[in-house]
């Protein structure tokens, strides 16, 4: 949604909230469609069936488990020339219902970019809504994130060597992870390099709840207060947090920035290094833009590479 766009609808919104009944009604059914309308959007990025497409010099692994759940399962993408140096972690969105690891968006163009280079690019699904919340979303994260650093010794590549990376949805769940890693640890995972948290509006889910959101922010989080800080990023940083990128698009009505703002400062006051970078890209696009040649890739290779500067050579 442009920024004009959302300038124009809140003046809409305000028009219909003066008066004018005989006008207001259909106003406001045309805003609850334009409303809906952006929902759809921000929910089904990644529930398209569009698939990955090979890649010359990747291998694929489908479907391993880490878990009894059917939605327990990732896929690994691994260099087939170079030698594997570090492990990249996706984790998709999709509102918390809906998604899937093989979705366009969320490999196509990472693949491209990183796996010829040495990374080994795991993308794992996670239970969803109704069968499981939030909150039990992220420990099937974590737990994922636990077997693949079991596992990345068999794909010739150091465990220790791994960063988490999450769109909306699951960018909320790796912030989650990432700002808490005791819920990490709880699963079985070690400790990993940082994360990069791609478009999330959940940053801060008590200011969110408590404000204006979508529909499906409420059939994810529900009314009750205590899960909503439960399953804050921003209510549960701690000074063991990861080192964190957070992207947000400046496209969305929503503003994502400015909780991203807010999340980096607090952070800064616990000691804890997150920086924002914001991106005139849709909500779609800051994540399939990621691989893209430009200074989006450019800004979290940047990032990858002050976690680990020998990484900049390959990047």
């Given amino acids: 949604m442009s920024p004009l766009f959302a300038r124009g ?14 006008q207001a009604g259909p106003l406001r059914d045309w805003l609850a469609e334009r409303r809906t309308a952006a929902e759809a959007e921000l929910a ?10 090979a890649v010359a010099g990747v291998r694929v692994l489908r479907d391993l488990a880490y878990g009894a759940s059917e939605r327990e399962r990732f896929d690994v993408y691994l260099p087939t020339q170079a030698s594997p140096r570090w492990v990249i972690v996706m ?9 899937d690891k093989a979705a366009r968006p969320v490999v196509q163009n990472k693949v491209a970019r990183w796996v010829p280079r040495g990374a080994v690019l795991v993308s794992l699904n996670y239970p969803l809504l109704p069968e499981a919340g939030p909150l039990q979303q992220a420990q099937a994260v974590a737990r994922g994130l636990a077997a693949v650093q079991q596992r990345a010794k068999a794909w010739g590549v150091d465990a220790s060597q791994l960063v988490l990376i999450g769109h909306s949805a699951g960018a909320h769940l790796v912030a989650l992870l990432s700002a808490s890693p005791k819920l990490a640890q709880e699963a079985g995972a070690a ?10 509006a959940g940053l801060d889910m008590v200011g969110l ?25 921003y209510h ?3 000074r063991e947090a990861v080192p964190m990128l957070i992207t ?29 970078k914001a991106a005139a890209l849709s909500h779609r696009q800051m994540n399939d833009a990621l691989g893209l040649p430009g200074a ?8 990858l590479s002050q976690l680990v500067p020998s990484w900049s050579a390959a990047l």
Avoid: I
């Fill in 9 to 22: 609808l809140s003046a809409l919104m305000l028009f219909c909230g003066l008066g004018l009944p005989a």
């Fill in 44 to 53: 089904s990025d990644e529930a398209s069936g569009e698939p990955y497409s």
């Fill in 91 to 99: 984790v998709h969105g999709g509102a918390w219902r809906a998604g």
């Fill in 191 to 200: 400790p990993w390099l940082g994360s990069v948290v791609l478009d999330s």
């Fill in 209 to 233: 709840m408590q404000g204006k959101h979508y529909r499906f922010h409420e059939r994810a989080f529900g009314a009750d207060p205590a899960y909503w800080q439960a399953t804050s990023p």
């Fill in 236 to 238: 549960q940083l701690s």
């Fill in 248 to 276: 947000c698009s400046t496209e969305r009505a929503d503003q994502p920035c400015t909780a991203a703002q807010r999340f980096a400062s607090r952070a800064q006051t616990l000691g804890v290094p997150v920086s924002v």
């Fill in 296 to 303: 989006y890739t450019d800004t979290v290779e940047a990032f």
